[in-house]
């Protein structure tokens, strides 16, 4: 199987966490167009560079359920703002009051940003195998990593042995006419279930999978974890519940930095091979170049965003644009920039599958 990746996995994880970070921040409709417009591009531009991929529900259809559904909770629970388009009778709980235009402005508003981060996760789905998400799993997360890899695995292999056993039972004149119809297909796969459980499991051990001596087990790399979560805590309650800004943040930066330290001296004791490894190319570095800057306008502290802070409350106003802003969030627009066709040709691969 032809594996295609035309932006190395890091850099996607980083257009990801920027696309996030931007959803999360700001609640102006105008810069949520603009960003899930960058998302739809990005999405447009890799459509073509993959196999297409099955999804129970588009990013598409998902928006045209999820925002209408979102407004309607909002202004049922919500009972603010001047606009006032009905009332509801006040002794029905939670949702009894004035149902206003306001609330369910916002509520559109909150339900674009879902439809969003699910626009975000798909976009990256489709352009990244799962295999490629799977190895950026820190060396030190090795179990869960082969735990994520067998679990994603298991969907398809067991929708094409139910299709095998619904053939063959069709060739010896099976038909499914009412439940008990059914008994046939689902015995053969839950039996063979079982046996490629017990192969793998079997398999695994003889591999020794997990069998690390106690002697090995790092003590001191735990305690640093704990330490530094507890660090990143403290610092973070230091910024908001007493204000003090520098001292929370050095006491984050301490305790994320023992975090990564740790994890690195645990990752360091696993062995690890690379059949082959993804280059960096200036490709990449353009997309985490574009990415950084967006991220930069709608988290990085010191900046006027004022334009993202968007209430409809008390009275529904027009929105305001940050004409800045707006322009970094064009840097999402990273990995449509690219090429395909060279691309293609330049970071190539075959998997054997």
């Given amino acids: 199987m032809v594996e295609v990746i035309a932006v190395h996995p890091v850099a996607w994880v980083g257009w ?110 489709q352009a990244l195998p799962v295999s490629a998400l799977i190895r950026l799993i820190p060396r030190a997360f090795y179990p869960v990593a082969v735990v994520v890899s067998i679990g994603v695995t298991f969907v398809p292999v067991t929708m094409r042995q139910f299709q095998q056993i619904r053939d063959a039972q069709a060739v010896r004149g099976h038909r499914v006419r009412g439940l008990r119809d059914w008994l046939p297909l689902f015995l053969p796969l839950l039996v063979g279930g079982l046996e490629r459980a017990l192969q793998l499991a079997e398999a695994m051990t003889a591999r020794g999978f997990a069998s690390v001596p106690e002697a090995r087990r790092d003590t001191l790399a735990r305690t640093a974890i704990v330490s530094g979560l507890a660090a990143v805590l403290g610092g973070w309650l230091l910024r908001l519940v007493w204000g003090a800004e520098a001292l929370g943040l050095g006491f984050m930066l301490i305790g994320g930095g023992l975090i990564v330290g740790a994890l690195w001296a645990m990752g360091r004791r696993v062995p690890r091979t690379t059949y082959r490894a993804e280059p960096w190319t200036w490709r990449d570095s353009v997309v985490v170049l574009g990415a950084a800057v967006a991220l930069a306008a709608f988290a990085l502290p010191g900046l006027d965003r004022t334009a993202l802070i968007y209430y409809p409350y008390p009275a529904l106003s027009p929105p305001g644009f940050d004409l800045a802003i707006g322009v970094a969030t064009l840097g999402l627009l990273g990995p449509a920039l690219l090429s395909p066709s060279v691309a293609m040709v330049e970071r190539g691969g075959v998997d054997v599958q």
């Fill in 16 to 125: 990801l966490v920027a696309v996030l970070v931007a959803l999360s921040t700001t609640r102006n409709p105008l810069h949520l167009v603009l960003i899930l417009l960058g998302i739809a591009v990005v999405n447009v531009s890799i459509s073509g560079r993959r196999e297409a991929q099955y999804y129970p529900v588009s990013p598409l259809r998902f928006a045209l359920y999820v925002v209408p559904l979102s407004a309607l909770f909002n202004a049922a629970t919500a009972h603010f703002g001047d606009t006032v388009l009905l009332r509801l009778p006040q002794g029905l709980p939670v949702i009894g009051g004035a149902v206003t235009l306001e609330a369910l402005v916002y509520g559109a508003i909150n339900g674009l940003v879902l439809s969003g981060i699910l626009a975000a996760f798909t976009t990256l789905n």
